[in-house]
C-alpha cells in the first residue's frame, strides 16, 4: 500500500498497478452515477475485480446494496511512479 492510513470517507480506491495518486473517474454503468477517486492501495485480488472503492465511492455510486458493479473507469490524471 502507499502507507496512507485507510479512511472510508475518502474517495480512493485500491488498483493492483496503477501508480499511487492516480486520479480515476469510475461510473457505475447501471445508473450512470460516477464519482472520482484517487488510487491509494494495491488490490483487489479477487478474480474479475479491477478496483475496490471506499465506502464514500461506493455511496457515490449507488453501489452498497450489491456491493458490485460493472464500472466504467477513465484516467483524469496520471500519479506519479514510485518504490513499492
Not at 8 to 32: Q, Y
Amino acid at each position: 500500500s502507499s502507507g496512507e492510513r485507510f479512511n472510508m470517507n475518502d474517495r480512493t480506491c485500491a488498483h493492483r498497478w496503477l501508480p499511487f495518486g492516480t486520479m480515476l473517474r469510475v461510473t457505475n454503468l447501471k445508473n450512470e452515477k460516477s464519482v472520482v477517486v484517487r488510487v491509494n492501495d494495491r488490490g483487489p485480488w479477487k478474480h474479475g475485480r479491477l478496483l475496490d472503492v471506499s465506502k464514500a465511492a461506493a455511496i457515490d455510486l449507488d453501489m452498497i446494496r450489491e456491493g458490485t458493479a460493472r464500472v466504467r473507469v477513465e484516467v483524469v490524471s496520471e500519479g506519479e511512479d514510485e518504490t513499492e
